[in-house]
């Protein structure tokens, strides 16, 4: 059974840093590009960040480009975001997904996501 | 960026009925065009890829159709799981984009 599971949401002040986590199990992580979507309180769904199954492709939105960055560690199955000169209009719960195939591709599983609020 | 409008905002429907719902792309995204359902403090969920391709274990009563710029999701006939709300997304070119969303509600 795929599952993912994120972690490392929590209060900021606008300007600090945070690193999100996201676990995954149940698959051959390496062989699949993976994907951070977020979603504003009461807002819809933005896409954020994906990333190749073997870190060479990094794909960002512009509005966290220069600000966030995603990584992974295939030996450890973990997926990151490490995030950046924070400001209020990042404050959404932040999902990782698993591509179906290319960085690209649609997401077929989804975490539950974890919430990050920044906010003095 | 390639933009998503979707409509309408809000569906209202009767379980039974038939959702059509409708996603259109500020320039050609081919087929490379997805739905995803989120229900209510959930994550969302991939329904169709590609236009057209259920994705696994989604029921028949869903489906996907169109290409270019003009799409359509079709619920033939609503199930009370089925009230959430609906995204387009797509992957022609970067950044990938997601649309608005459309929320059916039962009536």
Known sequence: EVQLLESGGGLVQPGGSLRLSCATSGFSFSSYSMTWVRQAPGKGLEWVSALSGTGSGTYYADSVKGRFTISRDNSKNMLYLEMNSLRAEDTAVYYCAKNMRSSSSSCDYWGQGTLVTVSS | ?107
């Open chain 2, 1 to 107: 960026e390639i933009v998503l409008t979707q409509s309408p905002a809000t569906l209202s429907l009767s379980p039974g009925e038939r959702a059509t719902l409708s996603c259109r792309a500020s320039q050609s995204v081919a087929s490379y065009l997805a739905w995803y359902q989120q229900r209510p403090g959930q994550a969302p969920r991939l329904l169709i890829y590609d236009a057209s391709n259920r994705a696994t274990g989604v029921p028949a009563r869903f489906s996907g159709s169109g290409s270019g710029t003009d799409f359509t999701l079709t619920i033939s006939s609503l199930d009370s799981e089925d009230f959430a709300v609906y995204y387009c997304q797509q992957r022609s070119d970067w950044p990938l984009t997601f649309g608005g969303g459309t929320k059916v509600e039962i009536k």
